[in-house]
């Protein structure tokens, strides 16, 4: 195809899925409005506890997260769809995301918890914690009832009239009582039937009080009936089904990179490329490790206040080593291998690793080219990503959680949360399942075709855990992306797939701050996360080194170059037809790729 043409189309099928993501994806994402921020929330806290509880919170220890009312989500997305759904939480005023700011001490079980609306930073929830031996007065339940509902208009203007009482629960301790009222909204009554399981979804407003003080309230919650989270739960457990199978396969694709890096770990490929692959893993390591500081926030939220604050820090960060450990060890082996066979069984299609980039200079004019092509490939995923998810929503039932949205935003720099998960998850998954499994199918007789069909199968399946119902559907969503990626990986190879594959999971981790541009900080940081490979492209345009690729020959050691010389003289006497045969039989018998292609090659037999 020619030049001018090719980019042609691709332009024309980015800007199409641009459109598309546009059109379909982005009015869902823009539920979710960060206008308060987190250090704003937590101001906002101490006003509230100091102003409405009269507490003082010097002294105690902050930590904040970032979240989705879940349940809430997907029942009204099950029921009626994101377009009603958004419509209905508007006119409700229903603030599906909010910041909850915890304060709290060691070793106290006392510890007060806000929550803060994150689009328009009203308090929207709040709890007091206190020790069950806990002292408060006895006061008539009728005076508590009418301190609720004073409390309620105060704050939020609450209408008795558009209620009903729900319930109304009394708790005995040695040394107080705590009543709990709650109210349904009369308006709002959203009906659940499926098979024999019945009920419907109510908005509740409720308090917590005990004696003169309100220990706890809540603006809106939906009371989800538990037909609907049986349901759920039957769905995870299918999904949570297919996940095992993908480990199966991961585990035994693993074991064979294991295998053949074991195996050919004195070759002249494996020899070139380990010191960057091992570099590159030891980097991700390093990030991820860095990433766990970054989210010291969520470990903080999570401390359970009955053991020591310090163990439990030193005891999480240890265990968060773990992972980051192997997920290098992951990459590094799969890359290793990966790159091996591709040079034994499409040497000319040198794109396809990085071996050739090695070998010439990674400040090259057709480097810049395969990411900015990485650009073009991950607008036409976003496009087909939202179009096989809007084909669900018609026609599958299919619905979809915001969690996700949530992951980076409690971290410290929320830009940096992002980077380390777009470059984690395109180095290590693209190593895997493009580079590897593509050119290990085609190894042994897979059709190209095929190859790439089943690779992105098993990396498609690989995602059916995540919070997608029915949970299949993420696992044909995966596989059609993978589909795409190992389609632009064969035409344009693995730099193009990594910088599609980096741009896609760090512009959707960043949405929460790109919905809201401005000159702020994490708007700033999260732009120049997302165009950081187009950077690295700009820089190796300027630079432009010569892409004059040095033979691989002269990595040989003593040894190869015995081999070759032996080689070379065997094959002196030999005719086409027996030289053929020979390269067949090397090759079956493991001889070195690097040595038969250079003693092949000058026979003209490649």
Same mark, same amino acid.
């Given at each position: 195809?020619?030049?001018?043409?090719?980019?042609?189309?691709?332009?024309?099928?980015?800007?199409?899925?641009?459109?598309?993501?546009?059109?379909?994806?982005?009015?869902?994402?823009?539920?979710?409005?960060?206008?308060?921020?987190?250090?704003?929330?937590?101001?906002?806290?101490?006003?509230?506890?100091?102003?409405?509880?009269?507490?003082?919170? +010097?002294?105690?220890?902050?930590?904040?997260?970032?979240?989705?009312?879940?349940?809430?989500?997907?029942?009204?997305?099950?029921?009626?769809?994101?377009?009603?759904?958004?419509?209905?939480?508007? %006119?409700?005023?229903?603030?599906?995301?909010?910041?909850?700011? %915890?304060?709290?001490?060691?070793?106290?079980?006392?510890?007060?918890?806000?929550?803060?609306?994150?689009?328009?930073?009203?308090?929207?929830?709040?709890?007091?914690?206190?020790?069950?031996?806990?002292?408060?007065? =006895?006061?008539?339940?009728?005076?508590?009832?009418?301190?609720?509902?004073?409390?309620?208009?105060?704050?939020?203007?609450?209408?008795?009239?558009?209620?009903?009482?729900?319930?109304?629960?009394?708790? !005995?301790?040695?040394?107080?009582?705590?009543?709990?009222?709650?109210?349904?909204?009369?308006?709002?009554?959203?009906?659940?039937?499926?098979?024999?399981?019945?009920?419907?979804?109510?908005?509740?407003?409720?308090?917590?009080?005990?004696?003169?003080?309100?220990?706890?309230?809540?603006?809106?919650?939906?009371?989800?009936?538990?037909?609907?989270?049986?349901?759920?739960?039957? #769905?995870?457990?299918?999904?949570?089904?297919? =996940?095992?199978?993908?480990?199966?396969?991961?585990?035994? #694709?693993? =074991?064979?990179?294991?295998?053949?890096?074991?195996?050919?770990?004195?070759?002249?490929?494996?020899?070139?490329? !380990?010191?960057?692959?091992?570099?590159?893993?030891?980097?991700?390591?390093?990030?991820?490790?860095?990433?766990?500081?970054?989210?010291?926030?969520?470990?903080?939220?999570?401390?359970?206040?009955?053991?020591?604050?310090?163990?439990?820090?030193?005891?999480?960060?240890?265990?968060?080593?773990?992972?980051?450990?192997?997920?290098?060890?992951?990459?590094?082996?799969?890359?290793?291998?990966?790159?091996?066979?591709?040079?034994?069984?499409?040497?000319?299609?040198?794109?396809?690793? #990085?071996?050739?980039?090695?070998?010439?200079?990674?400040?090259?004019?057709?480097?810049?080219?395969?990411?900015?092509?990485?650009?073009?490939?991950?607008?036409?995923?976003?496009?087909?990503?939202?179009?096989?998810?809007?084909?669900?929503? !018609?026609?599958?039932?299919?619905?979809?959680?915001?969690?996700?949205?949530?992951?980076?935003?409690?971290?410290?720099?929320?830009?940096?949360?992002?980077?380390?998960?777009?470059?984690?998850?395109?180095?290590?998954?693209?190593?895997?399942?493009?580079?590897?499994?593509?050119?290990?199918?085609?190894?042994?007789?897979?059709?190209?075709?095929?190859?790439?069909?089943?690779?992105?199968?098993?990396?498609?399946?690989?995602?059916?855990?995540?919070?997608?119902?029915?949970?299949?559907?993420?696992?044909?969503?995966?596989?059609?992306?993978?589909?795409?990626?190992?389609?632009?990986?064969? %035409?344009?190879?693995?730099?193009?797939?990594?910088?599609?594959?980096?741009?896609?999971?760090?512009?959707?981790?960043?949405?929460?701050? #790109?919905?809201?541009?401005?000159?702020?900080?994490?708007?700033?940081?999260?732009?120049?996360?997302?165009?950081?490979?187009?950077?690295?492209?700009?820089?190796?345009?300027?630079?432009?080194?010569?892409?004059?690729?040095?033979?691989?020959?002269?990595?040989?050691?003593?040894?190869?170059?015995?081999?070759? +010389?032996?080689?070379?003289?065997?094959?002196?006497? !030999?005719?086409?037809?027996?030289?053929?045969?020979?390269?067949?039989?090397?090759?079956?018998?493991?001889?070195?790729?690097?040595?038969?292609?250079?003693?092949?090659?000058?026979?003209?037999?490649?």
């Amino acid at each position: 195809m020619n030049k001018c043409l090719e980019w042609l189309l691709l332009i024309v099928l980015a800007a199409g899925g641009a459109f598309l993501w546009c059109k379909l994806s982005l009015p869902r994402y823009q539920s979710i409005d960060l206008s308060i921020s987190q250090i704003k929330a937590v101001d906002i806290s101490k006003k509230f506890l100091k102003e409405k509880c009269r507490v003082q919170v +010097n002294g105690y220890k902050t930590a904040v997260s970032f979240i989705v009312d879940e349940g809430t989500d997907r029942y009204l997305q099950r029921k009626m769809g994101n377009i009603a759904e958004q419509r209905l939480l508007r %006119r409700l005023h229903f603030d599906l995301f909010c910041w909850v700011v %915890r304060f709290f001490k060691e070793k106290q079980k006392e510890e007060f918890r806000v929550a803060v609306s994150s689009a328009t930073g009203e308090v929207i929830g709040y709890s007091h914690a206190i020790e069950d031996t806990a002292s408060r007065p =006895t006061v008539d339940k009728e005076k508590v009832r009418q301190l609720a509902f004073d409390f309620l208009k105060s704050t939020y203007g609450f209408s008795p009239a558009q209620y009903i009482t729900h319930g109304e629960d009394l708790k !005995k301790y040695d040394n107080r009582l705590e009543y709990a009222f709650t109210w349904a909204n009369k308006d709002v009554d959203i009906p659940w039937n499926k098979s024999r399981e019945k009920g419907s979804a109510k908005l509740l407003t409720s308090v917590t009080v005990s004696g003169n003080e309100v220990l706890g309230f809540s603006k809106f919650q939906f009371d989800i009936p538990d037909g609907f989270n049986r349901y759920v739960d039957n #769905l995870v457990q299918t999904g949570q089904n297919l =996940t095992l199978v993908f480990r199966l396969f991961y585990l035994a #694709l693993l =074991t064979i990179a294991i295998f053949i890096v074991v195996n050919r770990k004195h070759q002249v490929v494996a020899r070139s490329v !380990k010191p960057f692959y091992i570099g590159a893993g030891v980097i991700i390591f390093v990030v991820m490790i860095l990433d766990v500081i970054n989210s010291y926030q969520s470990l903080l939220f999570d401390y359970p206040t009955t053991q020591s604050l310090e163990a439990y820090i030193v005891r999480q960060f240890i265990e968060n080593i773990i992972g980051p450990f192997f997920i290098a060890l992951a990459f590094v082996l799969p890359a290793l291998a990966g790159e091996s066979i591709r040079y034994e069984i499409t040497p000319l299609k040198k794109e396809r690793s #990085l071996l050739s980039t090695f070998m010439s200079s990674m400040c090259s004019r057709p480097l810049a080219r395969q990411i900015f092509i990485g650009y073009f490939a991950a607008a036409v995923i976003l496009g087909a990503q939202a179009y096989i998810f809007d084909l669900g929503f !018609k026609y599958c039932g299919v619905w979809d959680e915001l969690s996700w949205l949530t992951q980076a935003s409690t971290s410290i720099v929320p830009a940096f949360s992002a980077l380390v998960l777009g470059f984690q998850a395109s180095f290590s998954e693209e190593a895997m399942f493009r580079l590897f499994a593509i050119n290990l199918l085609k190894k042994y007789g897979v059709p190209t075709i095929l190859a790439v069909i089943l690779s992105a199968a098993m990396w498609g399946f690989g995602h059916t855990g995540y919070a997608i119902f029915p949970m299949w559907f993420r696992g044909v969503e995966v596989t059609c992306i993978g589909i795409i990626m190992g389609t632009f990986y064969l %035409r344009y190879g693995l730099v193009c797939v990594v910088a599609a594959h980096y741009f896609i999971d760090s512009f959707l981790s960043s949405l929460p701050y #790109l919905l809201k541009p401005g000159a702020s900080l994490n708007f700033c940081s999260a732009l120049a996360v997302i165009i950081l490979p187009l950077m690295l492209a700009l820089i190796a345009m300027i630079f432009n080194k010569s892409t004059q690729e040095k033979p691989l020959s002269i990595k040989f050691n003593s040894q190869q170059n015995f081999n070759y +010389n032996l080689l070379l003289e065997l094959c002196r006497l !030999k005719s086409p037809e027996e030289l053929i045969v020979m390269k067949k039989d090397l090759e079956r018998h493991g001889w070195d790729a690097a040595i038969i292609q250079r003693v092949f090659g000058e026979k003209n037999l490649l």
